[in-house]
């Protein structure tokens, strides 16, 4: 299948070299947003040997390629309607797309009004194409991984998807800081913790997971508390100062009456020493399944990239979950797709295939 990646961040650099690696796929094009990076090698923006594919920034020139699907991974949180008009125009020119934003499209129905779905709908609707948005978290983390476990149930009362990470080795200082709001005075309100935005991010998740437990819910709800730095120190190249923000709690839950029953929860961390009594991770980070009920179950995933850090780890994750689905999200009728549409979608082919 012939595959553009689209822009070559944080993620994207990660799904580009994974396209080039995969034995299934072949790399029609690549879509960069700055003039450095427009016309080198895709080879050299993914940290592997040349591959005779220059990377554009002529959208047009690779929509006229018609590739059977794009990775979208082009940053969306702090530009939602460009984002959207971006899949849009994918869509309606007949191209498939796996993306990993904006994040509630991965399961938009109760998250968000349908006026901002429809365009997107009509789009694929349009352009014969399918979309699916996922990743690690919102994604397979809080998707397949609870599902998979459920199976094995006979009765659950709670179920929780949490995210324990240190991010302080997260390349990423306009989420760390601009989006998360770190190193923010507790009389500030960063963007993420403007009411409704926890839902509007993560009630995608919750709502997924009632679809397929066949759970009928009464109201999402979002709580947030914030832990202060105790002394000056630095992360990212910038100083967090005493007194600011240094760790983030939050939860968005699935409420039946007033119990909840379907939890969401990111423990985030810029030093691994802060907020002791919020939950510990495996590692330096996991993500973490409970289930209370019958049985009950704790199930940790620990993250380790191939450097030895967890959130390279989570941004591999992201992308090549992306990537190892395009076969299924081609063959998939047109439309939104959500991860109970798909298929299980192992990584088929790929042991050994990437083998340096």
Known sequence: MRVVQWS????????????????GLELAGVWVSSSAKNGRDAGELAGVDPVGILATTDAAALIELKPDCVVYTAMADHRLNEAIDDLCLLLRNGINVVASGPVFLSFP????????????????????????????????????????????????????????????????????????????????????????????????????????????????????????????????????????????RFTVSGMIGEEPVLVLEHV???????????????????????????????LDLRLVGSDGDHNTAGVASTAMRLVNAIPAVVAAPPGLLTALDLPLTPGRGLVWAGKP
């Open 8 to 23: 070559t961040g944080n993620v994207g650099r990660w799904a580009l070299k994974g396209i080039l690696g995969h034995p």
């Open 109 to 248: 129905d109760g998250t968000v009004p349908p006026e901002v779905v429809e365009p997107v709908r009509q789009a694929a609707a349009e352009g014969g194409s399918s979309l699916w948005v996922n990743g690690i978290d919102p994604g397979w983390a809080n998707d397949w991984l609870p599902l998979m476990l459920s199976g094995t149930c006979q009765r659950i009362d709670l179920l929780r998807c949490s995210e324990i990470l240190d991010y302080s080795t997260y390349d990423n200082p306009l989420v760390l800081f601009d989006i998360m709001g770190f190193g923010s005075s507790p009389d500030q309100t960063p963007l993420l913790l403007q009411p409704g935005v926890l839902t509007l991010a993560w009630g995608s998740v919750v709502r997924q997971l009632a679809a397929g437990l066949d759970v009928e819910l009464d109201s999402v709800v979002e709580h947030h508390e914030r832990f202060p730095a105790p002394e000056p120190f630095t992360v990212a190249g910038r100083t967090v100062e005493a007194g600011t923000m240094a760790a983030l």
């Open 268 to 298: 985030t961390r810029l030093r691994a020493d802060l907020a002791p009594d919020w939950p510990q991770p495996v590692g330096t980070g996991c993500y973490r399944v409970e289930i209370t009920g019958e049985p009950n179950y704790v």
